[in-house]
């Protein structure tokens, strides 16, 4: 766990003595026998365990998406939309859709490109101003997209990797300097991308209509549901800010090829 | 809720010489409707079910009208033959009653009386 830390929070800050924090969570052993006997882990968040421990080996992924987690429940301030979002210039571009739609591939990918990375997993986009808020966290990888990026950027910065779990095989890269240092600026939504990795297929960039695109968004929020009229005028706000399309893709390069295109 | 055969419409216990009202279709509880729309494509809010529907020009036409002022069935048929030129009176009359079923039973739209 120390490890996964060291190497992929390295450029984060360390609070002593917190005013304030949104989330009181750590990482312990559960009690009785399985602190020992192949060991586990827990998750806690405000004293409470919302989740099964995990093999001890798991800790790290443990820690990232119990923190995924603690946002999406609780982050209301914010419609959240289950994208990567990455930057240029202050204009972001928001990569939505379910896991396995390879958009944190495609961020990874952006991101050791040179574009600013504000957010891996989740889209914040503000209630009050429709700004799209940082939470520059490390990159969950999946499976061969670990290969994948390890080869298309070797310089990049991998954590630990942990084989079995529920998700696969699960790696992390650490997000870059740049984006660390800029996690409390907003950037302004410019393009609404519905990514979707198909293997040996071309790259295809597809418009989309806004209305098709609000739909689509809305099915990937977290709590578009629970913020009611404001979820609905947020993500009406991003579809105005927005150019949407679909996208296909199987080779990284031409896929950032497209997409600095766009940010032109 | 049936729209297509809505309540009162000549059933047998009707009350011979009884004054009956045209029954009207309208949002749910007064409810009101959010929307907004992108070239002819319209997306609706409706908060009282937190569900968000997509339609097209003379879908979303009629359904504003409604949530402005319960309207009968046959002020509908009126309205939409006014903007579907194009079409046959069958033809607006199915797609009255197809657009009617979807809105029903979704909650968006509902039967009630005049």
Known sequence: MSEHLRRLYKDFELISDPDFCDFHVALMPPFGVRRYVRPQVNFSFDGEYPFKPLPYGQAGALFEWGLNWCIARHANQYLIIHAAVVAKDSRALVLAGTPGSGKSTLCAALVCEGWRLLSDEMALLSVDDGGLYPVPRPISLKNRSLEVISAFSPDSVMGPVVRDTAKGTVGHMRPPLQSVELGERPARPAQLVFPRYKERSGTKLTSLSKGRALLRAAENSFNYSVLGTHGFNSLARLIDDSDCHEFQYSRLDEAIAVFTELAT | ?114
């Open chain 2, 1 to 114: 809720m049936n729209f297509l055969s809505p309540p009162g419409a000549g059933g047998s216990g009707d009350q011979p010489g009884a004054m009956r009202q045209e029954p009207v279709i309208r949002i749910p509880d007064n409810g009101r409707l959010l929307y907004r729309c992108w070239g002819d494509e319209y997306v609706f809010y409706h908060p009282a079910t937190g569900d968000t529907h997509l339609f097209d020009q003379a879908s979303a036409d009629l359904i504003l009208a409604v949530s402005a002022q319960p309207l009968s069935r046959a002020a509908l048929l009126k309205r939409l033959a006014a903007s579907l030129k194009s079409l046959t009176d069958q033809e607006i009359e199915q797609f009255l009653d197809e657009l009617l079923m979807k809105c029903g039973q979704s909650g968006l739209l509902e039967v009630g009386e005049g």
